[in-house]
């Protein structure tokens, strides 16, 4: 025989009929509280802005909804911005399933701090790569969102365009950043250090990264030993090059390589090319692919380096390719040693352009 037991309100459970039940579970349910909302709230708790899959996204990637409601006029929306006393503009490209693009959004613009301090001082515009609105430039030039996006160089999303009050080029951030180096981006502008010194220079007097360090960089096989001549300037390799600019004690270059740098396909893509691995803050006696000859310091800050690691490629007769200065991940180093070791930046010296003909699929 069931038990008798006794329910909400005295409602006997074991002789209430299958509807009177499903009307119990109903109320229930309508009176216990929400569990799924935090979860929404607040999905930057489980993002790493390192480690993550870098493939593209199958949900759009959404915009905070501070961001600037423009219609695209830059001119206007600078003179705007001015007006509400604000330092000036930030432009954001970007496109809609980019992993990358997301942990900008749920990571840095989840941080209070970083929110309060980007709409006290810009307004933020955004413009999507793949877009067909007319953008208006800060010079009076329309284009649609792709064909500006490309004008740009915004080869890798997010990229950021910081302009000052009187619409000059600020600062330029290609691809994603974590949040304590986009702080100092925002600061960077906002207090006018960019009229006196290069974002390298800020960040490395703010954070000491050239400080003396006994750590070591961690080798891989595939990485050519030194001397370091890499003059193409004179006669042209075989192959491309990258260089890995890198430093101790550095974890974004740790996760690269214990993540993408141990992946099979991305080390045997990687050993098509001659590689070489430089400490930037080192005195590492180099020849450049131009035929200079520099430290390995000099040549960092020469290319204006503020993000580690840094990858440089150039092609066989020592022009630049394409750099990678940001957080990269699995999906997006694969597509740009494709780019590179296939030779289609001779074809398409644009990555972006290659990218949107089939080489790549958007995300990447």
């Known amino acids: 025989m069931m038990e008798r037991i006794t329910g909400m309100d005295g409602l006997d459970s074991a002789n209430e009929s299958p509807v009177m039940g499903a009307l119990l579970l109903l109320l229930l349910l309508c009176l216990s509280p929400p569990v799924s909302a935090p979860l929404l709230a607040a999905p930057e708790e489980s993002l790493d802005p390192l480690d993550f899959d870098d493939r593209p996204l199958s949900q759009e990637v959404r915009h905070p909804a501070w961001f600037k409601l423009s219609f695209l006029d830059l001119r206007e929306d ?10 000036g503009l930030i432009v954001y490209f970007g496109q809609k399933f980019c992993p990358y693009c997301r ?3 749920e990571i840095n613009f989840r941080q209070e701090d970083i929110v309060a301090y980007t709409r006290a001082h810009f307004d933020v515009v955004a413009i999507d790569i793949h877009g067909s609105g007319t953008v208006t430039d800060l010079a009076g030039r329309e284009w649609d969102e792709g064909a500006f996006a490309e004008a740009q160089k915004a080869n890798f999303t997010p990229t950021l365009v910081w302009y000052d009050s009187s619409g000059g080029e600020a600062l330029r951030l290609r691809g994603y950043y974590p949040p304590y180096q986009f702080r100092a981006a925002l600061e960077y502008v906002a207090d006018g250090h960019y009229l006196v010194e290069s974002f390298a220079d800020y960040l ?7 400080s003396s360090d006994p750590d070591l960089l961690t080798e891989e096989p595939f990485f050519s030993s030194g001397p370091y001549m890499l003059d193409r300037s004179r006669r042209p390799a075989q192959t491309p090059l990258v260089v890995f600019f890198e430093q101790p004690r550095c974890h974004p270059c740790d996760v690269l390589h214990a993540g993408p740098l141990q992946d099979p396909a991305i080390t045997a893509r990687l050993r098509e090319l001659e590689a070489v691995q430089l400490d930037r803050s080192a005195e590492t006696p180099v020849i450049t692919p131009a035929g200079e000859r520099l430290t390995a310091r000099e040549w960092s800050r020469r290319l204006g380096l503020f993000y580690t690691p840094t990858l440089l490629f150039f092609d066989e007769q020592g022009a630049e390719i394409l750099r990678v200065d940001s957080v990269v991940q699995f999906y997006r180093l694969g597509n740009v040693l494709e780019y590179i070791t296939s030779g289609a930046y001779r074809d398409f010296p644009d990555y972006r352009r290659w990218r949107d003909s089939g080489g790549d699929r958007p995300g990447g």
């Open 204 to 210: 490395e007097r703010g954070a000491g990264v050239f």
């Open 103 to 105: 942990n900008l959004m």
């Open 78 to 87: 600078l003179r705007e911005s001015v007006q509400a006393g604000k330092r």
